[in-house]
């Protein structure tokens, strides 16, 4: 979808147009839900969080302004939906939890629910990607998992691109330390 | 995998080089993370149950807004009034704006004011040139936010800080714009495009052209937004609201093959379209489309259209059909009609004109070289206009800029956009040279989108340019389906451009 796709369709949005919003829809979908499951990893959290997220995007589209992009806006509500998830779930309130990266059992009274099977994965690589901050995790994650080309990413992620590629560049030095380990335990646990 | 971790190693090296050194090191950094993706567990069937409930849902409906307001009223007793008081107060300032609306409105500024354009490359100069849309970003810098000089005619850009324009990302396209996407399956005969210009030396005297940049052109709906701030609804009463502004407007003809109206009164827009309730009755059996209409009925259809429903159309030269439908030229005979291999239920039910926008007597074009406008689309199977869109208010500033005056700068740019195909060499693939021939241009307008580093806005721009058409037609079982091709005079706008340029496989 291009700029003046996007911006079409954003004005019929607006205009009340259900099928071109429904275009979005199709094409952000499973974009948005990956995004919410990789700060979740649990599937009926993503589920709930991503349908909340397009709730809200109907209900706000008509505040939407054309000359914005619509990617950005989009995962930025999902983005606020999560940390909202687990702020919720903190009896302390934390204001510095944004996904299930920044939780721990340190955090009384927060219940984290993760799907079994990426239990064990998650947690012996929690302990190495937590190092990173929640920026630079989304940016590891929308290159290497989602493959986005980094002029996507920093639409969705708000800055430029350069600022993405230095982000790329210092997580993977941090990186270089932590994940012999975890590479290790990933390949076995992926036997 | 391997392609995809060649490329993130690539990316790396050229933020610091002497990682090169670490290759091994790096690669399997690379390759883990790859490993930990998790399985997201994405649930098509969610997707469409939330899809569904999502359509049941009003547009904006956690305001009141005044679209909203018109969406969920079903009492016609409630409706006739308050739609008797809408059109009855929108009829004087219909009348009032009728003649001048979508008139040419032009506002100079000083030389350079939307500030220098630069192509930011995120690949090589050779996959560059091989992208088919290239693969580079066009920014404006130190350009400053959007703004009108008139009060009433202004728009103000002030949210900063968030980026324009989706990008690619669609995994399996063929416009693919980012060489680092994994590419679909390759066809096993991929064309090559090359161009050569075949036309007469042109003089480029010109140093300096205009470039426009559209500005939005409000609507003083106050007039209209009077009476209803005022009606208590029985449900909401609208007049405890405070400082009211009317955004949108949406009316419905509620009859067989009735119309939507849309106006967007920030914006300057205006959009018909059919009232889909009316136009399609479940279970009614549809006429089969044997032919294509022709273009002169779809133009005379448009015509008593724009005619009959006083839309002003001074600005926009004849109509032209639209070419990037392939049907036009895949699906139909030269006749018109159905063939043995386009049996007629692969036929549209409808066919699109556009009617190019001109500034000062220059048509404007899309950086695909089609004619740029407003689009009306024709319902073949009902013989009646169905679409009006790309109608907005034609509001712009305008500012000098130098041009390119080097004919040989023009030529190297024609070269540069020869397409080498960005599927990698392999012997499973046959590649074929298509040689374009270009002829003699003429001086257009392009309209381009460019966006603005400094407050974070996408900017629609009318750009001095170059288009050529293409005088030989290749050979007859491929197709290069554009017309012309658009080179820009403006340096830093060029590469990132839509050019026209396809693929096709036999």
Known sequence: MDDK??????????????????????????????????????????????????????????????????????????????????????????????????????????????????????????????????????????????????????????????????????????????????????????? | MKNNIDIILQELYDIDPTLKDKEKELRKIVLTLIEMKPDTKFDHSFALKLKEELSKQPMGSSQPSFLSFFANISKPKVFIPVALIVLFVALPIVKDKEQSFFALSVIDTKPGAFGTFSEKSEATSDSARSSLYGASEVTMEGAPEVTGAQEDTSYVANEKGVSAG??????????????????????????????????????????????????AKRTDASKLLAPLTSFDLGYVNLSSFSNVKLRTLSLYEDKRLGYEIMANFEEGALYIGPNWSKWNTPGEELKPITSQMSKEDAVRIANSFLKEYKIDSSLFGDPVLRNDEMWDSVMLSPEGGTTESSPADWLPDSTTLVYPLTISDVPVFDGGGNPFGMNIQVNVRHKKVSNVDNLYAQSYERSEYPLITEWSTVLAKITDRS???????????????????????????????????????????????????????????????????????????GDSVHTGIDTFTR
């Open chain 1, 5 to 191: 796709d996007e911006k079409k369709l954003i004005e019929k949005i607006r205009m009340g147009d259900h099928s071109a919003f429904g275009m979005f829809y199709d094409h952000y979908v499973s974009r948005i839900y990956n995004f919410i499951y990789y700060k979740t990893h649990h599937k009926e959290t993503a589920e709930d969080i991503t349908s909340q997220t397009f709730y809200q995007a109907l209900a706000n589209i008509a505040q939407l302004d054309t000359n914005r992009s619509f990617s950005p806006w989009l995962y930025q509500i999902a983005r606020n939906l999560v940390t909202d998830h687990y702020r919720k779930q903190s009896h302390r309130n934390h204001s510095d939890i944004e996904d299930v990266w920044d939780t721990s059992v340190a955090d009384a009274g927060i219940t984290i629910e993760l799907d079994t099977d990426v239990k064990l994965t998650f947690e012996a690589l929690k302990k190495h990607l937590d190092g990173l901050a929640p920026h630079e995790r989304e940016v590891v994650m929308l290159r290497v998992w989602d493959e986005l080309p980094y002029k996507e990413i920093a639409k969705i992620v708000g800055k430029s691109e350069g600022a993405c590629k230095m982000s790329f560049s210092r997580s993977v030095a941090l990186l270089r330390d932590a994940l012999p380990m975890a590479s290790y335990v990933v390949l076995l646990l992926k036997l």
């Open chain 2, 419 to 493: 397409n080498s195909s960005w599927y990698p060499d392999s012997e499973d693939i046959k590649k074929e040279v298509l040689t374009i021939q270009l002829g003699t241009p003429e001086h257009v307008l392009l309209h381009t989108w460019v966006y603005n580093e400094n407050d974070g806005t996408n900017n629609e721009l009318l750009v001095p340019a170059l288009i050529f058409p293409v005088v030989v037609d290749p050979a007859s079982s491929y197709s290069f389906h554009s017309e012309y091709v658009v080179v820009p005079l403006v340096e830093g706008i």
């Open chain 2, 166 to 215: 989706a990008g690619g990302g669609n995994i399996g396209t063929m416009s693919m714009p980012d060489s680092r996407m994994i590419m679909p399956y390759p066809p096993s005969v991929i064309i090559v495009h090359e161009f050569e210009y075949v036309g007469d030396e042109v003089a480029l005297s010109k140093e300096t052209g205009f470039v426009y940049r559209r500005i």
